[in-house]
């Protein structure tokens, strides 16, 4: 039994590595946590925003906390201001790793509302 | 009772309130940081009154006022979103020339609305009507079933969208009445940009608002009064 159980986590440790070292590394912006911690968001983003859009565009109630454009705010990357424009870009990066496709942004602006204000300018 | 118990008791009490004037500022904090949080109501329906006498021939502040909010191109191609565009019609027995603004009329009972077959076309509580483009199949029934022609089709991929209005192909979309703006409490973009103040926009079910003391006091019509639609704009001087 023991020679066993050994046996599993000799193969699963590995195992964990290696995912932990495949798992895409993000630009993640300017950061930081406003509604739950990282893994939790991970794993549930996508109930909170399917909520949020419904109550927003039906109901009106605009929860900034949990809305797309403040995600996009925080996320998008320094270097080009895009949650999707490069391959380790904050939501491309992900989604790409996990072969899951996001058309959100073929109508929300995918940039921080500053990038878009400057391009106006010009 | 104990002396320990009534102690106990002192301690839990002294301590809640403590909790409760520690965390109270940062609820506060929290409220005001969460945006608008309570849903539109029916107690309100939202309206303009365009005074027609006040809007001038060639003048298009309105239309490039909503051009630019909305991030529309401007261009009035079949096959380009015009959310609002001006009329200019003469009665030819005597001359007499108007221009007027037109766009969704915002009714209260949309034909748009009927037709739809996803729910994607909707009627939010206080009257703006709109299309919920999560739902919309590009079908574009209501397209068909508006009297003013007020609606468009977006027939080519969109870039870099005003994060308040997001729009893209495949969708039907129209006037929003600027529903981004009134729900931060200003008013649509085209009644802010007249020159002449013609466009007023108010809340129609509240009696003692600007727009409803005029409706009581000056003449206006309903554009197709004869479909009994009750749309939302009313036009003085028609």
Redesign the interface.
Known sequence: MKLLVSLLLCLCIPLAWATEANAPKLDIGKGGQCVRDPQWMRKNHMHLLIHQRDEAVRKGIRDEQISLKNCVECHASLKDDSVIAREDSFCAGCHRYEAVKIDCFECHASKRRVALAKKDEK | MSDLDTQRRQFLKTSLGAAAVAIAPGMLLFDT????????SSKVRWGMLIDTAQCKTGCNDCVTACNKENGLSGGTLPTDSQWMRKIDIKDISNGHETSLPMMCQHCEEPPCVDVCPTGAS?K???GIV?V???RCIGCRYCMMACPYKARSFVHE??H?????V????G?VESCTMC?HRI?KGQQPACAQACPNKAILFGNLNDANSEIAQKLRSVASVQVRADLQLNPGIRYQGL
């Open positions: 940081a969460q945006g608008k949080t309570e849903a539109a909707f939010r509580a206080d709109l919920d483009k999560h991929p969109l870099d969208q005003n994060p308040d997001p729009r893209g192909k969708t529903v729900d």
